[in-house]
């Protein structure tokens, strides 16, 4: 079992606000992810980060920034929420190999709501 | 062009029986690896199985096995004596080489409901 933690699972708040969405996880992975995704939708990678100090934008362009300050804390951060920042956002650590099947664990997710 | 294809939006099976999930990918990258995961209704993504490009046989694990035709670029994910819970969204998802960074690309996935 993924020991890799997400909180809140659930916020909705209002426009404007500044929010952060904590990730951990436990078992000292370097590699660490950030997806958005829609209801019902695929997900796309927003950030990425292959250890400390170390923090790459994803695929899919987002207002969002992230830190990597310790290797099982990777917190995403919106300074200004909007109603299009809506949407679930899913946090995922790998092992650091150049290939093999490291699979991605996930969290359970943060359901977003911006009204 | 779509790096992974998931053709089906939705899929209905009966208990018991077996069912195939369609994958297709694309990509020029030599080495590279496949994955299944699961998606429930609670959001939180499970992971099923992995195909890697260089692997001679087909992966299995448990009741999930890939259906792997590289020549068609396709894996294709059996499920076999389907159950209620499986009912879920299916994720196919391709890492390319080194040279993607280790990203996964995700397709738009497959809503299976199993039936009783």
């Known amino acids: 079992e993924a020991d890799i933690y997400q909180t809140p699972r659930y916020l909705v708040i209002g426009t404007g606000k500044k929010i952060t969405l904590e990730c951990s996880q436990t078992m000292g992975h370097d590699k660490m992810y950030w997806y958005q995704q829609d209801p019902g939708m695929e997900l796309h990678l927003i950030h990425y980060s292959y250890g400390v100090n170390s923090t790459e934008k994803g695929d899919l362009s987002s207002e969002s920034t992230v830190s990597r300050i310790r290797t099982e804390h990777f917190p995403l951060t919106l300074e200004s929420a909007r109603p299009s920042h809506t949407s679930q956002y899913l946090c995922?650590?790998?092992?650091?190999?150049?290939?093999?099947?490291?699979?991605?664990?996930f969290g359970p997710g943060t359901r977003l709501t911006v009204t | 062009a779509q790096k992974i294809t998931q053709t089906q939006p939705g899929m209905f099976v009966q208990e018991k029986e077996a069912v195939t999930l369609d994958c297709t990918y694309d990509?020029?990258?030599?080495?590279?690896?496949l994955f299944w995961y699961k998606q429930p209704s609670s959001g939180e993504m499970i992971f099923l199985i992995y195909q890697g490009s260089y692997d001679q046989q087909n992966a299995t694990e448990g009741r999930y096995s890939l259906n792997f035709q590289k020549a068609r670029k396709s894996a294709n994910l059996v499920i076999s004596a389907s159950q209620l819970g499986d009912s879920a969204m299916y994720f196919c998802a391709m890492r390319e080489g080194e040279s993607s960074g280790d990203k996964l690309t995700f397709g738009t996935g497959t809503r299976l409901a199993v039936r009783p």
């Open positions: 990509t020029s990258d030599p080495s590279y690896g």
């Open positions: 995922a650590s790998s092992e650091y190999y150049l290939a093999g099947d490291d699979e991605q664990y």
